[in-house]
């Protein structure tokens, strides 16, 4: 029987687990209330575009990568034969399991925002607390004073901290810092705050049941998203088939 977060997808050189919504709910929990420091990494196309320099420190230790996105089921089919047993998107996943542990836990989270436009966190941090989740710090990612920073998230008591710099930013800020940081569970979160914040729509939800979010993307930032759905698109494909893994061998019992 494999344990939960055993079994991977891998794509484009990256461990990328196959869990279910719950499965890395429980994986989370597991490692956090082991005391265990884990870094949390949404993988979409883009990631593994942007992070190639730095995949063999994504695959390390106390990472778990998780797939986001239609492209990443598309290479998997193409790779493996298999798709992704849910999307994982983390614009859905993180606020979902951030306001499950606020009003489920006996000791909730204290969750400290770090990136984005000035003012975005601020407003971000105000739509989680609606949720009841316990944000205890913000910060702007225009501020690059690491050391400041770090002193700030680990005086707030935070034990949660979300980093929205996009790829390859985030990963390579959270994978450089967090020996330093208290906080045991770090998240990679992209535009997150720009979407709870208001400062970018999301597609409605029906588009999102249809998994064409990145269709509503493109149309409204044509210029910057462009090349990311059309030739990036392509060395992504080319990057997971150069990279496929030995042949899988699915789980028993």
């Known amino acids: 029987m494999t344990a939960v977060g055993d079994e991977m997808l891998p794509l484009g050189g990256l461990n990328v687990k196959a869990l279910t919504f719950d499965g890395l709910v429980q994986r989370i929990y597991t490692d956090v209330d082991a005391g265990r420091q884990v870094a949390l990494f949404y993988v979409n196309s883009n990631l593994i575009n942007k992070c190639e320099p730095i995949r063999d420190a994504l695959n390390g230790p106390d990472v778990i990568m998780v797939n986001d996105g239609i492209a990443m089921d598309l290479a998997s089919w193409l790779v493996h034969r ?24 006996d000791q909730p989270w204290r969750v400290f925002l770090y990136g984005s436009k000035p003012g975005i966190a601020e407003q971000a941090a105000e ?21 400041a920073i770090i002193g700030e998230m680990n005086a707030s008591g935070a034990n949660v901290v979300l980093v929205a710099m996009g790829n390859p930013l985030q990963e390579q800020w959270i994978l450089e810092h967090r020996d330093r ?9 992209g535009a997150l705050l720009d979407f709870l914040a208001g400062d970018k729509p999301r597609a409605p939800l029906l588009i999102r049941r249809m998994r064409l979010e990145w269709a509503y993307r493109l149309s409204l930032e044509p210029t ?15 990057r997971c088939s150069r990279h496929r893994p030995a042949k899988l061998e699915r789980p028993s019992g």
Do not use: W
């Not at 910057?224 to 080319?238: N, W």
């Open 82 to 105: 298999r798709r992704y047993p849910e999307n994982l998107n983390g614009t859905d996943f993180t606020p979902a399991l951030l306001a499950e542990n606020a009003n489920s836990s």
């Open 127 to 147: 739509k989680l607390r609606e949720s009841n989740v316990q944000v205890v710090g913000t910060c702007d990612g225009y501020n690059r004073d690491s050391d």
């Open 224 to 238: 910057r998203l462009l090349r990311r759905y059309t030739l990036d698109m392509l060395i992504f494909l080319a």
């Open 181 to 189: 940081l208290d906080a045991r569970l770090l998240i990679g979160v």
